[in-house]
């Protein structure tokens, strides 16, 4: 089945920094990458995600990149703020009927 | 749509007893997921329903763990007995397919003491 690493698990940032979460995956026929941000007791909501026919997508602050020839992508905060604190999970398909497997997630911190 | 809706909020029993989740999916959504989050395990997919039928139960742990959907608006999860090591936060997700765009539950905090 498929096996999603996600670095890294901290990531500490100034506030109006940028942070950058990467995710690699092992089944090169997934074709869906989508990244969830979970607040302290709050569930896991989508933010942004990206098919495997894009390299690139951009939802004002929040951008995600795809390399499929090295089976990565990673997830991009602009002008971070401290409602950005949160923990973030990327995750993959398996191409098939698999569901989504995620990753362990990546707790950021927005330094003031 | 008021989301998908996961009941208790908060459970906390005995070792021994019998704990049961419950989940109600968004209308229309034909696959059900349960997910079960520790910091030590992350995100961890138990069991998916297509259609009321279960599809993947690879991820149950044990034979403690049984979950059903009887109909397509409702789903159980169940732990008998209950031990202090499945504490963790259980989720529901539902989706209208099985690869894309999940919508998770509140969770359940399950504390087995």
């Known amino acids: 089945g498929e096996n999603v690493e996600q670095h890294p698990s901290t990531l500490s940032v100034q506030e109006g920094d940028s942070a950058v979460i990467k995710c690699t995956y092992s089944?090169?026929?997934?074709?869906?990458f989508p990244w969830y941000k979970q607040e302290l007791g709050k569930r896991p909501q989508l933010i942004i995600d990206?098919?495997?026919?894009?390299g690139e997508k951009k939802d004002q602050r929040i951008a995600v990149t795809l390399n499929k020839t090295a089976k990565h992508f990673s997830l991009h905060i602009t002008e971070t703020q401290p409602e950005d604190s949160a923990v973030y999970f990327c995750?993959?398909?398996?191409?098939?009927?698999?569901?989504?497997?995620f990753g362990k997630g990546t707790h950021l911190i927005i330094q003031p | 749509d008021a989301g998908v809706i996961q009941s208790p909020r908060h459970e906390v029993t005995e070792m021994g007893q019998e704990v049961t989740l419950r989940c109600k999916p968004i209308?229309?959504?034909?696959?059900l997921f349960w997910y079960r989050q520790t910091m030590m395990r992350g995100l961890e997919l138990l069991i998916y329903?297509?259609?009321?039928?279960?599809?993947?139960d690879s991820g149950m742990p044990e034979d403690r763990f049984s979950a059903k959907m009887p109909n397509a608006s409702f789903s159980t999860l169940k732990i008998q007995p209950s031990e202090p090591r499945d504490s963790a936060v259980y989720f529901c997700?539902?989706?209208?397919?099985?690869?894309?765009?999940?919508?998770f539950g509140s969770g359940t905090r399950l504390t087995v003491v």
């Open positions: 329903f297509n259609n009321n039928v279960p599809i993947d």
């Open positions: 209308s229309g959504h034909d696959y």
């Open positions: 997700a539902s989706s209208e397919t099985p690869n894309y765009g999940y919508t």
């Open positions: 990206i098919r495997s026919n894009v």
């Open positions: 089944d090169s026929a997934s074709n869906y």
């Open positions: 995750a993959a398909s398996g191409g098939g009927a698999d569901g989504l497997t």
